[in-house]
């Protein structure tokens, strides 16, 4: 056997590695660490050799399957970064990154890239809409079984048309603010319904995690009167009535006291309220329109027919501007404020935090002349117990005597009694002409 043979037998590869390469790291490592007793140890030496090798594992192979998605997003999210060549037109957009920081003291953070890649969307999208907004605002997160759901709104620019006032509100009432959601910063924001009496009724009844799909349909008890886009913006008009509020002396009544505007005082600003006065729920009131128990935040339209016209019970409008700390009948106070930072941090340009009791995940942080609220969470209320469906309503009585005859009055003796089943034939015999026949 040559030379050449030998070596080809020592170079064959075993799991990635060769005797060959082997015996040369062994042999350097007698030589570089000349041990006293090489023969003795060097099964030693093999085995630290051994041990000392890093066998990497191979290189994924190129997918088109994996990286297919990959691109697609790449694709959608560089729209973002493109700058319109002419300034467009449209609505002014939120400024998020500012209301990031605050968002922060509330211990609410999306990460840096995700709040970047929100306010690129948020801005793209307004410059989409047309003048009929006044301007659009972030509102939170709905978190589903499937990917969530980021809300923005701005106020409804008129009525829908051909609008019941007896099953719906307009833009005076839950319909005040039309909201738009998306599952990325990347995809489309999507237009929500207009909400109606019965689904926030029905909503408010039932407790269940959102799909993730807009048009699933919503199997519950009492049944909901929709799909889940439904569903969900019936959820966000109850958040928003229980949990927007702002420190007291923000906002003010109009002369007519039936809307709310931006309060301001000589300087054309609202007196700001220390960190201290902030802890206290008594300084924060609630700067939309509450919902009552019919679905409403207004009182239901008298019918032009009806003289003597009687309001179901619980219709009326709720009132302007209540404050936090007022336990008004069928309301709580449901907040919680400390300040941001506390304890040995706190300065006077710390913020004054406010944490839902009633609505888990949303939250109020107010500081100067600045505050923002914002809501992440599951769209479900707390509860103090387990949720037990509704019972269905009574069973619907039976056929009955008639009050006419129940009233007349009947011989002694007499009682009613059911006929007999008819066990024959009814059908009257032939004549015998028409069996001739």
């Not at 799909?227 to 109009?254: C, H, W, Y």
């Not at 309001?311 to 449901?334: F, I, K, Q, V």
């Not at 949303?362 to 469906?389: Q, R």
């Amino acid at each position: 056997m040559s030379f050449e043979e030998a070596k080809q037998i020592l170079q064959m590869e075993d799991n990635g590695s060769t005797l060959y390469d082997h015996l040369a790291s062994v042999l350097l490592k007698v030589i570089t660490e000349k041990p006293s007793d090489a023969v003795t140890s060097f099964e030693n030496l093999s085995v630290g050799c051994k041990e000392e090798k890093v066998t990497l594992p191979p290189a994924p192979e190129d997918s088109s399957a994996a990286t297919g998605p990959v691109l697609d997003w790449a694709s959608s999210t560089a729209a973002l970064f493109v700058k319109p060549d002419e300034a467009p037109d449209g609505v002014p957009a939120p400024d998020l990154m500012k209301d990031a920081t605050l968002y922060k003291w509330a211990g609410v953070s999306f990460g840096d890239t995700e709040t970047y890649m929100l306010n690129l969307s948020l801005k793209k999208f307004c410059e989409s809409l047309d003048g009929g907004y006044e301007a659009v605002k972030f509102w939170g997160k709905i978190i589903t079984r499937d990917g969530d759901y980021f809300v923005c709104y701005g106020k409804t620019p008129e009525d829908p048309e051909e609008m019941d006032a007896t099953k719906m509100e307009g833009k005076d009432g839950a319909n005040k603010y039309t909201y738009f959601v998306t599952k990325s910063p990347s995809a489309p924001w999507v237009a929500l319904p207009n909400v109606t009496m019965a689904q926030i009724v029905t909503a408010g009844k039932i407790r269940r995690l959102l799909t993730g799909d807009l048009e699933a349909a919503v199997p519950s008890f009492p049944p909901f009167p929709g799909v889940e886009k439904n569903l969900l913006r019936a959820m966000i008009a109850q958040i928003t009535a229980d949990t927007a509020i702002a420190p007291s002396g923000t906002f003010e009544a109009d002369e007519d006291g039936a809307n709310i505007i931006p309060a301001a005082n000589e300087d054309g600003a609202p007196e700001p309220k220390t960190c201290e006065e902030l802890l206290e729920a008594g300084n924060w009131q609630h700067y939309e329109l509450r919902i009552n128990t019919l679905g409403r935040c207004t009182a239901l339209p008298e019918p032009e027919d009806a003289e003597d016209y009687e309001p179901p019970e619980g219709d009326g409008p709720a009132g302007l501007l209540e404050s936090c700390g007022d336990e008004g009948e069928g309301y709580t106070t449901g907040w919680s404020f400390r300040p941001c930072p506390g304890g040995q941090g706190m300065t006077s340009t710390s913020c004054a935090k406010g944490v839902s009791l009633d609505w888990p995940g949303a939250y109020a942080v107010g500081g100067g002349n600045d505050f923002v609220n914002i809501y992440v969470g599951n769209g479900l209320k707390y509860a103090e117990s387990t949720y037990t469906p509704p019972l269905p309503s009574a069973i619907i009585g039976e056929w009955s005597v008639p009050e006419e005859e129940a009233d007349a009055e009947v011989e002694p003796g007499t009682f009613p009694i059911e006929a007999k089943d008819v066990t024959t034939d009814p059908t009257p015999p032939a004549e015998e002409g028409e069996e001739d026949e």
